[in-house]
Protein backbone atom coordinates (compact mmCIF):
# COMPACT_ATOMS: atom_id res chain seq x y z
CA UNK A 1 0.00 0.00 0.00
CA UNK A 2 0.65 3.78 -0.26
CA UNK A 3 3.66 4.54 2.18
CA UNK A 4 4.52 8.52 3.13
CA UNK A 5 7.13 9.26 5.60
CA UNK A 6 9.23 11.91 6.50
CA UNK A 7 12.74 12.14 6.89
CA UNK A 8 13.04 14.04 10.13
CA UNK A 9 10.74 14.02 13.27
CA UNK A 10 12.21 17.22 14.54
CA UNK A 11 13.72 20.59 13.03
CA UNK A 12 14.57 23.52 14.62
CA UNK A 13 15.16 26.75 12.80
CA UNK A 14 15.77 30.31 13.74
CA UNK A 15 13.28 32.87 13.97
CA UNK A 16 13.54 34.82 10.18
CA UNK A 17 15.09 31.31 8.82
CA UNK A 18 13.52 29.61 6.08
CA UNK A 19 12.57 26.17 6.84
CA UNK A 20 12.57 23.06 4.54
CA UNK A 21 10.25 20.16 5.84
CA UNK A 22 10.76 16.96 3.64
CA UNK A 23 8.45 13.73 3.09
CA UNK A 24 8.94 10.24 1.06
CA UNK A 25 6.39 8.52 -0.39
CA UNK A 26 6.61 5.15 -2.18
CA UNK A 27 3.80 4.63 -4.64
CA UNK A 28 4.15 6.49 -7.65
CA UNK A 29 0.69 6.65 -8.83
CA UNK A 30 -0.25 8.83 -6.12
CA UNK A 31 -1.56 11.93 -7.78
CA UNK A 32 -2.46 14.41 -5.49
CA UNK A 33 -0.31 15.58 -2.11
CA UNK A 34 -1.30 18.02 0.63
CA UNK A 35 0.15 19.28 3.80
CA UNK A 36 -0.78 20.11 6.94
CA UNK A 37 0.00 21.87 9.92
CA UNK A 38 -1.21 20.54 13.66
CA UNK A 39 -0.92 22.49 16.43
CA UNK A 40 -1.11 21.45 19.69
CA UNK A 41 -4.39 20.51 21.05
CA UNK A 42 -6.01 20.84 17.54
CA UNK A 43 -6.91 19.26 14.51
CA UNK A 44 -4.95 19.23 11.61
CA UNK A 45 -5.33 22.59 9.37
CA UNK A 46 -4.81 22.72 5.30
CA UNK A 47 -1.64 24.67 4.03
CA UNK A 48 -1.44 23.87 0.37
CA UNK A 49 -1.42 20.87 -2.00
CA UNK A 50 -0.17 19.56 -5.32
CA UNK A 51 -1.25 17.79 -7.74
CA UNK A 52 1.36 15.11 -9.67
CA UNK A 53 1.01 17.28 -12.95
CA UNK A 54 2.71 20.03 -11.39
CA UNK A 55 6.27 20.12 -9.60
CA UNK A 56 5.64 23.40 -7.62
CA UNK A 57 3.26 25.42 -6.08
CA UNK A 58 3.15 28.78 -4.16
CA UNK A 59 1.18 29.63 -1.73
CA UNK A 60 1.89 32.42 1.09
CA UNK A 61 5.21 31.88 2.91
CA UNK A 62 4.87 28.48 1.42
CA UNK A 63 5.63 26.46 -1.43
CA UNK A 64 5.93 23.24 -1.99
CA UNK A 65 7.64 21.45 -4.24
CA UNK A 66 7.52 17.40 -6.31
CA UNK A 67 10.01 15.76 -7.55
CA UNK A 68 8.15 12.82 -8.93
CA UNK A 69 11.63 10.91 -10.52
CA UNK A 70 12.39 10.35 -6.65
CA UNK A 71 8.97 10.59 -5.36
CA UNK A 72 10.05 13.18 -2.81
CA UNK A 73 7.58 16.17 -1.66
CA UNK A 74 8.85 18.98 0.46
CA UNK A 75 7.12 21.88 2.23
CA UNK A 76 9.39 25.33 2.50
CA UNK A 77 8.13 27.95 4.74
CA UNK A 78 9.95 31.50 4.03
CA UNK A 79 10.90 33.59 6.91
CA UNK A 80 9.59 30.99 9.70
CA UNK A 81 7.57 32.72 12.42
CA UNK A 82 6.91 31.44 16.41
CA UNK A 83 3.61 30.65 15.21
CA UNK A 84 4.51 28.25 12.31
CA UNK A 85 5.39 26.00 15.49
CA UNK A 86 3.68 22.86 14.77
CA UNK A 87 3.64 18.92 13.44
CA UNK A 88 3.56 19.16 9.97
CA UNK A 89 2.28 15.71 7.65
CA UNK A 90 2.47 15.68 4.41
CA UNK A 91 -0.33 13.13 3.04
CA UNK A 92 -1.00 11.40 -0.39
CA UNK A 93 -4.14 9.96 -2.49
CA UNK A 94 -3.74 7.69 -5.68
CA UNK A 95 -7.09 8.72 -8.01
CA UNK A 96 -9.36 6.14 -7.17
CA UNK A 97 -8.17 5.04 -3.68
CA UNK A 98 -10.98 6.79 -2.37
CA UNK A 99 -8.67 8.36 0.72
CA UNK A 100 -6.18 10.30 2.24
CA UNK A 101 -3.09 8.75 3.47
CA UNK A 102 -0.57 10.41 5.97
CA UNK A 103 2.96 10.38 6.98
CA UNK A 104 4.54 10.33 10.34
CA UNK A 105 4.85 14.21 10.93
CA UNK A 106 7.47 16.79 11.31
CA UNK A 107 7.93 18.53 14.48
CA UNK A 108 9.28 22.51 13.73
CA UNK A 109 10.26 24.57 16.92
CA UNK A 110 11.17 27.66 16.11
CA UNK A 111 13.75 29.17 18.16
CA UNK A 112 13.76 32.84 19.32
CA UNK B 1 -12.90 28.70 9.31
CA UNK B 2 -14.31 24.93 8.98
CA UNK B 3 -17.71 24.18 10.40
CA UNK B 4 -16.58 21.01 11.93
CA UNK B 5 -17.59 20.41 15.31
CA UNK B 6 -16.32 17.25 17.67
CA UNK B 7 -17.66 16.57 21.47
CA UNK B 8 -16.61 15.47 23.94
CA UNK B 9 -13.51 17.49 23.55
CA UNK B 10 -11.78 15.01 26.66
CA UNK B 11 -13.21 12.40 28.09
CA UNK B 12 -11.97 9.74 31.08
CA UNK B 13 -13.98 6.84 31.48
CA UNK B 14 -13.78 3.45 32.92
CA UNK B 15 -13.04 0.03 31.19
CA UNK B 16 -16.35 -1.61 30.05
CA UNK B 17 -18.11 1.54 29.39
CA UNK B 18 -20.00 2.74 25.84
CA UNK B 19 -19.30 5.88 24.38
CA UNK B 20 -19.89 7.92 21.61
CA UNK B 21 -18.07 10.36 20.03
CA UNK B 22 -19.72 13.14 18.03
CA UNK B 23 -18.92 14.64 14.97
CA UNK B 24 -21.22 17.30 13.33
CA UNK B 25 -21.05 19.84 9.83
CA UNK B 26 -22.24 22.42 8.72
CA UNK B 27 -20.52 22.80 5.42
CA UNK B 28 -23.14 19.90 3.61
CA UNK B 29 -20.09 17.68 2.74
CA UNK B 30 -21.26 14.00 1.36
CA UNK B 31 -17.37 12.50 2.69
CA UNK B 32 -16.96 12.47 6.42
CA UNK B 33 -13.85 10.30 7.96
CA UNK B 34 -12.56 9.49 11.18
CA UNK B 35 -8.96 8.96 12.60
CA UNK B 36 -7.08 7.74 15.19
CA UNK B 37 -3.78 9.57 16.20
CA UNK B 38 -1.64 9.37 19.08
CA UNK B 39 0.06 12.28 20.04
CA UNK B 40 2.83 13.00 17.73
CA UNK B 41 2.26 10.39 14.99
CA UNK B 42 0.61 9.79 12.09
CA UNK B 43 -3.30 9.84 11.51
CA UNK B 44 -4.77 6.29 10.63
CA UNK B 45 -7.96 6.11 9.38
CA UNK B 46 -10.46 3.70 10.84
CA UNK B 47 -13.69 4.87 9.27
CA UNK B 48 -15.10 6.61 6.54
CA UNK B 49 -18.40 7.54 4.61
CA UNK B 50 -19.43 9.09 1.38
CA UNK B 51 -22.65 9.83 2.05
CA UNK B 52 -25.82 8.75 3.82
CA UNK B 53 -26.28 4.82 4.71
CA UNK B 54 -22.64 4.53 3.38
CA UNK B 55 -19.80 3.22 5.74
CA UNK B 56 -16.74 1.75 5.21
CA UNK B 57 -14.16 0.73 7.37
CA UNK B 58 -10.56 2.33 6.78
CA UNK B 59 -7.10 1.03 7.31
CA UNK B 60 -6.48 0.75 10.87
CA UNK B 61 -8.74 -2.28 12.28
CA UNK B 62 -10.61 -0.80 14.94
CA UNK B 63 -13.43 -1.86 17.55
CA UNK B 64 -15.56 0.94 16.87
CA UNK B 65 -18.57 1.06 14.69
CA UNK B 66 -20.32 4.43 13.36
CA UNK B 67 -23.43 5.40 11.53
CA UNK B 68 -24.18 8.08 8.78
CA UNK B 69 -28.36 8.80 9.31
CA UNK B 70 -27.96 12.30 8.11
CA UNK B 71 -25.39 14.02 6.29
CA UNK B 72 -24.33 16.13 8.75
CA UNK B 73 -23.98 13.62 11.58
CA UNK B 74 -21.08 11.03 11.86
CA UNK B 75 -21.05 9.26 15.27
CA UNK B 76 -18.17 6.79 16.54
CA UNK B 77 -19.54 4.61 18.87
CA UNK B 78 -17.33 1.81 21.39
CA UNK B 79 -19.46 -0.63 23.05
CA UNK B 80 -16.91 -1.29 25.60
CA UNK B 81 -14.28 0.84 26.01
CA UNK B 82 -10.69 -0.70 27.20
CA UNK B 83 -6.82 1.38 28.26
CA UNK B 84 -6.03 0.45 24.64
CA UNK B 85 -8.35 2.34 23.09
CA UNK B 86 -6.85 5.28 24.37
CA UNK B 87 -6.25 8.20 22.14
CA UNK B 88 -7.04 11.04 19.77
CA UNK B 89 -10.23 10.42 17.49
CA UNK B 90 -10.20 13.17 14.86
CA UNK B 91 -12.98 13.45 12.68
CA UNK B 92 -12.96 15.13 9.27
CA UNK B 93 -15.44 15.97 6.04
CA UNK B 94 -14.42 17.18 2.32
CA UNK B 95 -16.29 17.65 -0.68
CA UNK B 96 -14.37 15.72 -2.70
CA UNK B 97 -11.74 12.63 -1.90
CA UNK B 98 -9.24 14.55 -3.78
CA UNK B 99 -9.59 17.46 -2.26
CA UNK B 100 -9.00 19.41 1.24
CA UNK B 101 -10.33 17.75 4.46
CA UNK B 102 -11.50 19.67 6.66
CA UNK B 103 -11.13 18.36 10.66
CA UNK B 104 -12.47 18.81 14.11
CA UNK B 105 -10.51 19.70 16.90
CA UNK B 106 -10.60 16.01 18.07
CA UNK B 107 -12.11 13.99 20.65
CA UNK B 108 -9.39 12.72 23.37
CA UNK B 109 -10.04 9.64 24.81
CA UNK B 110 -8.93 8.04 28.05
CA UNK B 111 -9.58 4.95 29.54
CA UNK B 112 -8.28 3.97 32.60
Known amino acids: GENVGLHLPTLSVQEGDNSIINCAYSNSASDYFIWYKQESGKGPQFIIDIRSNMDKRQGQRVTVLLNKTVKHLSLQIAATQPGDSAVYFC???????????FGQGTRLTINP | EADIYQTPRYLVIGTGKKITLECSQT?????MYWYQQDPGMELHLIHYSYGVNSTEKGDLSSESTVSRIRTEHFPLTLESARPSHTSQYLC???????????FGEGSRLTVL
Open chain 1, 91 to 101: AETLQGAQKLV
Open chain 2, 27 to 31: MGHDK
Open chain 2, 92 to 102: ASSVMVTGELF
